[in-house]
């Protein structure tokens, strides 16, 4: 009676097993069949408006990426028709340890992330994309979760500046200065440097509506001096303009205590004045925002 009671509890745990199995099986091939579905109907998109190769391949790149990072569901669709309190709370356990990430937001309080755990949207970004272009309109702000990006700022005569921004900055902080603006202006501002992903992004974003409405209602807190150092060091914008600005005054202390520096190759002068004309230009183009 013993062995046939050891026998029938197996077999019932190795049916449960099996079932398992085919639930895991049915729910993995459920999506590889739905990324075959969209695949096949983006190919015959591209064929039919016969994209050249260059650009197909690079929705197909876009494509691979998105599915491995979210798996091929959009999470915020599944949960927008959830109760408010019950979604608030599920896109908080979800947002809430990326945002606190972001250095920006480190001394907010629980109200406030609350409010932007509950507007951010998940970005994902391929290698060499652009994400913004200098000049366009900053329609919101992107805070890098992994990745690099590079920031080119064309200037005057050619001259162009670079930089990075790695995990845990942001871009469009131009529109964070245009939110505290007062007198409010409706015109979005536009980019001041060109974005390009140096490797895959993942990131969130708040959009311009969504950053207006958490700036307007928690204006005590984004508008006092700690946030404002804060915003003005982790900005692109203030960095690549400081950065210079420290070349050009060292360069200029040299000059005055050791006389002009004499570089090692011929070319070091012209390079020097070069950097020199560089530096000159920026002066005259400081970000100008509520961080004054």
């Known amino acids: 009676m013993f062995s046939i009671c050891i026998v029938l509890a197996g077999l019932m745990l190795f049916t449960l097993l099996i079932g398992n199995i ?16 969209r695949c096949r109907d983006m190919e015959w998109w591209m064929k039919r408006r016969q994209l050249p190769s260059r650009l197909r391949q690079r929705v197909r790149h ?31 356990f979800l947002c809430l340890d990326l945002i606190k990430k972001v250095p920006l937001f480190h001394n907010l309080n629980d109200l406030i992330l ?29 805070f890098v979760v992994r990745g690099r990006i590079k920031r080119i700022q064309s200037l ?9 921004i790695e995990s845990g900055g942001f871009l469009g902080d ?19 440097a060109t974005f390009v992903c140096v490797e895959p992004i993942e990131a969130f974003s708040l959009d311009s509506n969504h950053l207006k409405y958490i700036t307007d209602h928690f204006r005590y807190k984004f508008a006092n001096e700690r946030l404002k150092r804060t915003a003005r060091y982790y900005s692109s914008n203030w960095r690549t303009w400081a950065a210079v600005n420290i070349q050009l005054g060292w360069r200029r202390y040299r000059t ?7 570089s090692a ?14 530096a000159a230009m920026f002066m005259s183009i400081r970000p100008h925002d509520h961080l004054e």
């Open 174 to 192: 131009e529109l964070l200065s245009w939110c505290l603006r007062r007198p409010f202006i409706d015109r979005l501002p536009a980019s001041s």
């Open 114 to 142: 609350d409010n932007i755990c509950d507007r951010v949207k998940p970005l994902v970004f391929s290698k060499d994309e652009k994400i913004i272009r200098e000049g366009d309109p900053v329609q919101r702000m992107v």
């Open 156 to 164: 005057s005569k050619g001259v162009v500046a670079t930089s990075l």
């Open 22 to 37: 085919q639930v895991f099986l049915h729910a993995v091939m459920a999506k590889k069949r739905k990324m075959q579905l």
């Open 62 to 92: 876009y494509e691979r990426q998105k599915w491995a990072t979210l798996g091929g569901e959009d999470e915020m669709e599944l949960i927008k028709d959830l109760p408010e309190g019950l979604r608030r709370d599920i896109k908080r």
């Open 256 to 262: 005055r205590t050791r006389g002009p520096m004499i």
């Open 265 to 278: 190759a011929e070319n070091g002068n012209s390079s020097d004045r070069r950097l020199l004309q560089y």
